[in-house]
């Protein structure tokens, strides 16, 4: 089984940055897509932020020119640099992994961007 553990959530004025990390364990594949997946009330949960094994990366069109995703394959961590935080970022923050057709999902990091 596969277990992701996020960290670096927090409250966090608009304008500042935050950084998130994820380090996944257990039985990690070569080949996987690891992300950032966020949820506020009342919303659907939405990808935020994808990274291949090989660096390949996707980002959601609310993020893009602010949100940076990153992965360190030797630690199997991926990170989410986010700067220039707006009130609209405030949710859930989740970890996800792909591989082998299946997903695993962390328990999430609160992010709350104040005005």
């Known amino acids: 089984q596969v277990q992701l553990v996020e960290s670096g959530g927090g409250l966090v004025q608009a304008g500042g940055s935050l950084r998130l990390s994820c380090a996944a364990s257990g039985s990690i594949f070569s080949g996987n897509v690891m992300g950032w997946y966020r949820q506020a009330p009342g919303k659907q949960r939405e990808a935020v932020a994808l990274i291949t094994s090989g660096g390949g990366t996707a980002y959601a069109d609310s993020v893009k020119g602010r949100f940076t995703i990153s992965r360190d394959n030797a630690k199997n961590t991926v990170y989410l640099q986010m700067n220039s935080l707006k009130p609209e970022d405030t949710a859930d923050y989740y970890c996800?992994?792909?591989?082998?057709?299946?997903?695993?999902w962390g328990q999430g990091t609160q992010v709350t961007v104040s005005s």
């Open positions: 996800n992994i792909q591989q082998q057709s299946l997903s695993y």
